[in-house]
Structures are given as C-alpha cells and as structure tokens.
C-alpha cells in the first residue's frame, strides 16, 4: 500500500519503486546464512563506488577481478581499486590473526560502505556470492539493468556446515565438452558449492587422456550411451577445467571407476568376447596388454546396464595401468583427493574385490593423495584419510566410520539428480526415488543412521549421472531448483533450515534464473504466480 501512495501522490515510475532497498531480513539468499542483523539505511552501488582492498593483495585481487566483472555487464559501471577510502566503498578484509575458519566470512552493509572480511580467498568469494544475492535479479543479466543497486544495512556473519559441499557430473555415459563443464561451475559456484567430482570413466566411455595408454581414449572414447560419439578432455583440457574451477574456489575430484564399470578400458586393453563382433578398432588393441577377464570384455559398450565388467584383479598388469592412470591423474591434480569408485562390480569376487581396492587405494597414498570411494569400498581395509561415499547402504557408511574414516554424503533418494521429479518428467531415471524439490531439501545428513553423526561427515555432495542427459539444457533442467536445496542442506546448520523459509525465498531466486536464461524445473511445490 506504501508504494501505491508514492506512486500515485509522487507519479513515480515502477523503476524507482526499484530504487528502494529490501530490507536486510527480508533477504532470499541461498543457501540461507548463519546471522542476519539489520539496521537503518542503505548502500548504493555507483559507478563512482571504489573497491578498497585491506590484507593480503595475492588473496583479494583475484576475488575483486571476479567482482568486478559480476558488476560489468549489467550496469556498466567499471569499478576502480583502491589503497584506501571510507565513503562510497566496498571494502575487501583478509584480517590477520582472523578467527574464521577457511570459507566464512561476514558482510557489514551501511550508508557508506560495505566490507567483507575473510581469513582467505574462499571466504571473500563466497561473501561476493551472497552480496549478488543481495542485488538484484537483473545483475545476472548482460541487458541493462533499470534502476539503482540499493543494499539495506545490516551484518550477515557466515560460514559452512560442512567442508565438502560437492556436485558430481557424468561425463562418461554422455561426453560434456569443456565448456559445459565451465557452464556447470559457474552455476554451483553461486550456491557456494566447492568441489567439483568428474566421474571419468565407466563401461560406455574412458574420458580424460592418459599418455601412457594411449587406447584408452583412442579406442574407450569413441562412443556413449545411446552410440554417440562420445569424446575425451585432453590433458590440456582437463588442466584448463581444474584452473577454471580453482578461479572459483572449486576444487576438482577426478574419478576413475574400478574394478567394475570398466568395459571402456578393457574395449582397448582387454581379451575381447569372441562372441561378439569386434569393430575394425577394437581389433587393434588385441592382446597388448591385457586387463581383463578373458573374453568377459565387449566391444565399446552403449546401453545402460551396470554391473557386467571387472578388471582382472589377479594381473600384475592391472595394478601397473591403475598406478600409471593414478600417477598422470595425480600430476594434473592439485585438490587431494583421487576417486577410485568401487561401486556395483558385481562380476568381481568379495575375494578379489577388497585386494584390489586397497591395492588401488595404496597407490593413491604413494602418490600423495587420499582416496574417495563408493560406499562399498568399506568392505576393504580403508587407508587413514580415505573417505567412504554414502549412496546406498548406510550399512556400509558404518563400516567406514568404525574404521575411523569419514564419509561423504550423497544418499540417491535425496541427491541424485538423474532421478525424476515425477512419473511426468522426460528426462531421468527412477530406480530409487522420484524427487521432487521438497524431497531433496527435506532431510539431514545425521538423520540417516544413528551412526552417522556430524563428526563423521566431510560433507553432502549431488551426483547427476548422464544415461538419460546429453545437453547442457537437460544437465540445467535436472539440476535446477534441486541443486540449490542440497547446497542449503550442505551449508546451513539444521536448526536453521525450514521448508516453509527455503520455498519462499527459493520462489524470489528464479527471478535470477530467468535473467540468465536457465532452464530450471518449475516445481508444483512452489506456488507461481
Ligand atoms: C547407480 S551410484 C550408479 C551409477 C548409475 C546410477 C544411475 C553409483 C555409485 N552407481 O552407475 O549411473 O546409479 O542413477
């Protein structure tokens, strides 16, 4: 009503009902922040606004580059650095002797400043990320923003729940070139998401070049699911992914799945089944080096089935291929961890199967690294540090807490983004839930075995497996709005999250997602109007 009576005794346009600022607790940020104080007044944006560091320069200026360009294209203004300045400013703080852990950070808004302050890079980044939440939903846009940029007053302190805030892409069922894996870490870069998982590998295709067996992509990338043509990241590539990433404070966990999920690697180091039609390619690989079963391996597999392939556990060849796939990895690794899967290989024998895990999981350490696993990598002796994936059986999950290992959390009715929403959407699969968007925010992660407690969890993590998804269209309509739900479970502390509070200020967000043209999931259990 207010603004009805400005509008009509002042006639002013709707674009100056846009000039007055929210107020700070009327913020729709996600995932939701630890505290938020408001107070009297507001910040506004100018071109004339400088950008103040204080701290360690190496730590800011990136995080500033990054601001500046979030600012750019939708208002234009190109926003100056500077050594110091009160008015008018946005003050970037590493403080010395902080006391914030890696990743908080707080956020102080009033008439002439605002300052984020961190103890590092990742923290001012993730400040930057809410304070475009704080924008509006025209920033994301490059069309010209109407209006001014007003920031009510007030203090957000911040910082995460867990440490590990992951999403995982499929890249093996069906090939995503670099960009769209760019695309996929622009976007969880917002919901302050922190670790990228690349699944690599598996029957259907072998992704990521690796020198020192030259068939795997040669001959293991050559198809997809469905008899695409699949494809591969050079070193190169998967260099400039890690790099791209690393600008956003993601780190990025390679996998390689063994010993099942294997058919791509042993499609070009394996003894072919006799039964089956070898291509013209596949021929060339005969017998090299032989890594698998004999004649349990096919040619370049494109269905969906899972469960049919192993590695050869028995084989010193085996074990000289996993060494050199984990050192090439390793070398163009910085996070610390190597994912060596584990899961569903049905065909290998318990017997087989726990030898081979820590033979693989050794191999990791040698090269110095920690493992991550499936769930069922429990079943073996786990090295100090390695980390158990949760997917499945909790079972199992507690056999790596008894170990004194922590796991990782991704239960597939909750995060798996491959599920469908309902028995209505066109994309996806539905072998353990349909997931609609309050299933996958209502839940917690020491909710699902009394076992499992906070102290045993490094963090919650999205996995979007690809049989079904072959653009960056679908990988954003399965991800969107469920992504953001998870990042909120992964971030906020329990206490704090509600459904009725997530909803409200989820439905404001798509304003966001409108201005940068995603094709997001439009939820019945959000009410549009
Ligand atoms: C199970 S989750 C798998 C994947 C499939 C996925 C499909 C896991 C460790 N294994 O191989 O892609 O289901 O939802």
Same mark, same amino acid.
């Given at each position: 009503i207010s603004n009805l009576i400005l509008l009509t005794i002042f006639g002013l346009g709707i674009i100056s009902c846009a000039d007055k600022a929210t107020p700070l607790s009327e913020n729709n940020i996600i995932?939701?922040?630890l505290s938020v104080t408001e107070a009297e007044g507001s910040f506004t944006l100018t071109n004339e606004t400088k950008l103040v560091t204080l701290g360690n320069a190496s730590e800011i200026n990136p995080v500033i580059e990054i601001f500046q360009s979030l600012i750019k294209p939708s208002t234009g203004f190109d926003l100056q650095k500077v050594e110091s300045g009160e008015s008018n400013v946005i003050v970037f703080e590493i403080e010395s002797?902080?006391? +914030?852990?890696?990743g908080e950070y707080s956020i102080s808004i009033d008439e002439n400043s605002i300052k984020i302050a961190a103890s590092n890079g990742e923290g001012l980044f993730n400040g930057i990320q809410t304070l475009r939440q704080l924008m509006p939903a025209g920033i994301e846009s490059s069309s010209k923003l109407d209006g001014k940029i007003k920031i009510g007053a007030g203090k957000i302190e911040d910082k995460p729940e867990y440490a590990y805030r992951g999403f995982m892409l499929d890249v093996a069922r069906h090939f995503f070139p670099v960009e769209d894996v760019k695309h996929v870490i622009d976007l969880v870069s917002k919901y302050k998401i922190n670790f990228l998982h690349l699944h690599l590998s598996d029957d259907q295709g072998w992704r990521i070049e690796i020198k020192s067996w030259p068939?795997?992509?040669?001959?293991?990338? +050559?198809t997809e699911v469905g008899g695409g043509e699949g494809g591969f990241y050079t070193q190169e590539q998967y260099k400039d992914i890690v790099a791209y990433a690393q600008s956003k404070f993601i780190t990025v966990v390679p996998e390689i799945d063994?010993?099942?999920?294997?058919n791509s690697a042993l499609a070009a180091y394996g003894q072919l089944n006799p039964g089956i039609t070898v291509p013209e390619k596949g021929a060339v690989a005969f017998d090299r080096k032989d890594l698998g079963v004999d004649g349990m391996a096919t040619p370049l597999y494109t269905g969906?089935?899972?469960?049919?392939s192993t590695l050869d556990t028995d084989k010193d060849i085996t074990y000289q291929f996993v060494d050199d796939v984990i050192r090439e990895l390793v070398e163009l690794t910085p996070g610390p961890y190597i994912h060596i899967g584990g899961d569903e290989s049905l065909v290998t024998e318990l017997e087989d199967y726990i030898p081979f895990m820590e033979k693989a999981q050794a191999i990791v350490t040698k090269y110095g690294k920690k493992s991550l696993g499936w769930?069922?990598?429990?079943?073996a002796r786990l090295e100090p540090g390695a980390v158990a994936q949760y997917w499945a059986k909790a079972e199992n999950a507690v056999l790596a807490i008894n170990q004194g290992n922590q796991v990782l959390v991704s239960p597939a009715t909750k995060t798996y983004l491959d599920m469908q929403y309902d028995s209505t959407t066109y994309l996806g699969l539905h072998w353990a839930a349909y997931i609609e968007l309050d299933d996958a925010y209502n839940w917690d992660p020491t909710e699902l075995d009394a076992a499992v407690k906070k102290e045993n969890i490094l963090g919650v993590e999205a996995p979007l497996w690809s049989e079904t998804i072959t653009e960056r269209k679908e990988i954003e309509f399965m991800m969107f709005p469920r992504l953001a739900a998870i990042a909120e479970v992964a971030w906020t502390k329990k206490e704090l999250r509600n459904w009725e509070s997530f909803s409200e200020r989820l439905k404001k967000h798509t304003a966001r997602w409108d201005a940068m043209g995603l094709n997001y999931y439009k939820s019945p259990k959000l009410v549009w109007e």
């Open positions: 995932p939701k922040p002797a902080s006391q +914030k852990s890696p068939l795997l992509t040669e001959i293991g990338s +050559k063994m010993p099942g999920h294997t969906i089935e899972v469960g049919f769930d069922e990598i429990a079943h």
